[in-house]
């Protein structure tokens, strides 16, 4: 009997070690949020694929280091949502794929401690690609650039601005997805600003505000607790579901109308993000925690997703 024991103990020990092993992978996983990277990587290719149409030399390991840019970037954000989100996450009983955190830190599953180490170290990765970039290759700029990167998720989360409480977070968020990464892009491409694109960018603005103003509507309980003043907290959530369409709207109708020929071959693919508006602003978004709700806030942040990949494919080769 004892050798059975003997035989069995190291078994279970090797077991639970690989538990845990396997456990915390999960969790690590879970906060990283890779799906993420759907906000992050088309403005980052978008901005890289108009420097090629405007006759830039495609450079690969600079595309090597700007995708690198955006996954520590994106890491950064979501650790530090998590991190400085943490207690208004906890009032949140409604989360959704598209928003209230990752809950490691709700479940307990990972510790602030070890999440703030990892948004420390995340935002040091993103620091340093942006100084590879502008040392290694010559794009200056590129260190300014990542440090304003950082600087925007600081102002979101964290003392003393805290935008995302104070009803700036959508447009912070907009500004950073929909003009900077866009821009960072470009710029480490092209080796310069001169004929970015302006007027696009700034037609796309609208869509990603109107994404991020999406991804509050199934937290507003929530954030009312906490004291954070999202967008479905300042307008209610049927304010903010008419300015998310009107949003998408007026980026679609921009667009349609803009004057860069290189957008004509893309026109028809338009329509796309406007079904997928337009399914957003005739279906009922349902109560909170709702499978409803999730698909309403899926179709607004697809109509995003699908107006930025219109741009990308007007420039495809």
């Known amino acids: 009997m004892c050798r059975a024991l003997d035989s069995w103990r190291p078994q279970r020990a090797g077991d639970a070690v690989g538990g845990i092993s396997r456990s915390m992978a999960v969790a690590w996983l879970r906060a990283s ?66 928003s209230g955190g990752s809950r490691v830190l709700v479940e307990a599953v990972l510790t602030p401690r070890a999440l703030g180490r990892a948004a420390a170290a995340t935002a040091l990765l993103t620091f340093s690609t942006g100084a590879v970039l502008a040392f290694g290759f010559g794009r200056p700029l590129s260190l300014p650039l990542g440090v304003l990167a950082l600087l925007l998720m600081w102002a979101y989360s964290f003392p003393p601005l805290s935008l995302s409480y104070r009803g700036g977070g959508e447009l912070l968020q907009a500004l950073g997805v929909g003009f900077c990464l866009p821009l960072f892009g470009f710029y480490n491409q092209a080796g ?23 991804t509050s509507l199934p937290d507003a309980d929530g954030d009312r607790a906490a004291g954070k003043h999202s967008a479905s907290v300042v307008l209610g959530r049927d304010g903010a579901r008419r300015a998310i369409w009107v949003l998408h709207a007026l980026t679609i109708a921009s667009m349609a109308v803009l004057p860069a020929e290189a957008l004509a071959p893309s026109l028809a693919l338009l329509g796309l993000p406007a079904l997928a508006t337009v399914g957003f602003a005739l279906g009922a978004l349902g109560s909170a925690g709702s499978p409803r709700l999730t698909v309403q806030v899926g179709l607004a942040v697809a109509a995003t997703l699908l107006t930025v990949l219109v741009a990308i494919a007007a420039v495809l080769p």
Do not use: K
């Open 33 to 98: 949020r890779l799906a993420a990277q759907s906000y992050i990587a088309p403005p980052l290719l978008l901005g890289q694929l108009w420097a090629l149409f405007l006759g830039a030399d495609f450079d690969g390991a600079i595309c090597g280091w700007l995708m690198l840019f955006g996954l520590f970037d994106q890491l950064f954000i979501v650790y530090s949502n998590d991190y400085a989100d943490r207690g208004a996450d906890a009032l949140n009983r409604t989360p959704t794929l598209f």
């Open 192 to 214: 310069t600003l001169e004929g970015l694109p302006w007027a696009l960018l700034v037609a796309l603005l609208p869509t990603h505000l109107a994404c991020a103003a999406a």
